[in-house]
């Protein structure tokens, strides 16, 4: 986790890319559910809330969390039985989500209650669902078609390799790699992120 001061620093350094990226937006009636922390950094960014509970959060299985989105945010997230890893890991039918920046379970539950209340109530405006997510979260066979084939949805994946998938976005620099690395690095000294580098997120957000 980034220190205050240094989010202080970042968010100074960042003011005009983010003013000019809150300048362009058109619409804030959208939530994003993502499998992992481009949602939180993207809307930070905007200047906009957490209406969505996947915030802070990867999701590996995600094509199938996508599949039955509102039933399974209708389920309240129980403590997984094996716990590898630093941070919480929980599960919804089967499905692992991942506390990564959470410092205990109850940090994330109470987290995940408060922005699932707020993601029904938007849904229930009229408020449209996109979906973000990154091959990393794809690797497992089948995945990225599943992804791909999810329907109802607009939605965009960041991936290492070029593809036929015409709602992935090639991520150059990582084609060595098991799959794309953080996209939420910075790519240029104005301050705009790799994610945003390689794709127009005004664009998608605003249906344009």
Known sequence: MKSKLKRQLEDAWRAPFKKQL??????EDFLIISSNC??????????????????NTTIYDFP???????ENLKITPTLAEDQYKPYPIFQINGINIHAVHYKSGEEFLSAWERRTKRFFE???EGYEVLLIATDA????????EAFQNLEGYRKVAF??????????VFVPGY???TAAGDLTR???????RYFEKYFDCLKFINND
Not at 22 to 27: A, D, F, S
Not at 137 to 144: F, P
């Open 38 to 55: 481009i949602a939180g950094t993207l809307l930070h960014d905007l200047g906009l809330p957490f209406n969505t509970p996947t915030i």
């Open 122 to 124: 938007k849904l229930d």
């Open 186 to 192: 910075f790519a240029d000294k104005k301050g705009t």
């Open 137 to 144: 979260q794809l690797r497992e066979e089948g995945y990225k």
């Open 64 to 70: 199938q969390f996508c599949e039955n989105l509102e």
């Open 22 to 27: 809150r300048k362009g937006l058109k619409r």
């Open 175 to 177: 084609e060595n790699e």
């Open 159 to 168: 991936c290492k390799d070029k593809t036929d998938f015409k709602d992935f």
